[in-house]
């Protein structure tokens, strides 16, 4: 049974300003794409196929001599989108995982735990863990001021999703029919009325985001002593 990791790493990483597209930014002495993909190979992946902006797909090419490389869009689900025509061309794949190249550190256990719930018949999958902080909903008192607490949100009934996200490849393919613009492969699927299983997702799968997150991965990096 074929598994084929579709990884969007085509982002310009406004948020982490480091000068770079985010994917092609150094996380101890390698690129945060290359951590990214040494993961999904560890994980028993049969094929990835990584997106990137048209002006490092070169670069990319050389970095990761075992993937296909596609040139992503303006936006993740475009990109998403480029690299299932890619692998639809390319792979008769049973599972398909979408994986942010931005989370890099993402341990080969996780891959599997996804793989395995799509195996075992859902067809769609994503990692949750659940919210540490009170969350409050807030409304502006007028322009430019405080904001106003208006409730307290329970957060025992909500999950901070990440990826690894699975599907079986005809639920990924109507979720993306539509052309949707959500911000993960999931609120895709769920707009298209597809039902989506969470399982335990794990700290170490974070989203390199901003300059705070890039200096954890590097913190935990030399912690672990990995090369
Ligand atoms: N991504 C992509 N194509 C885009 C936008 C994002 O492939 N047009 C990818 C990113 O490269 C990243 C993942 O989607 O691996 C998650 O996106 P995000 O963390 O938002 O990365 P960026 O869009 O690069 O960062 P920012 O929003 O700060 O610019
Ligand atoms: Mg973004």
Partial sequence: MSTVCLIPAAGAGTRLAAGRPKA?????????LERAV???????VD?????????????AQVLLPDCHVVVG??????SVRACIAAATASFDAEVILIHDAARALTPP???????????????AVIPGVPVTDTLKAVEPVGVGGPERVVATVDRSV???????????PDALARAHAAGGHATDDAGLAEEAGIP???????????KITTEWDLRLARMLLEATGVR
């Fill in 196 to 206: 989506v299983t969470v399982v335990p997702g794990d700290l170490m799968a974070f």
């Fill in 73 to 78: 869009g303006a936006e993740r689900s475009a």
């Fill in 158 to 168: 909500l999950r901070a999703v990440q990826t690894p996200q699975g599907f079986a």
């Fill in 109 to 123: 256990d996780l891959f599997r735990r996804v793989v395995d719930a799509v195996r075992a018949g859902a067809p």
């Fill in 38 to 44: 040494r993961g999904v190979l560890e994980a028993d």
């Fill in 47 to 59: 094929a990835v196929v990584v997106a990137v902006p048209a002006d490092l797909v070169s670069e």
């Fill in 24 to 32: 092609f930014v150094d996380l101890a002495g390698q690129t945060i």
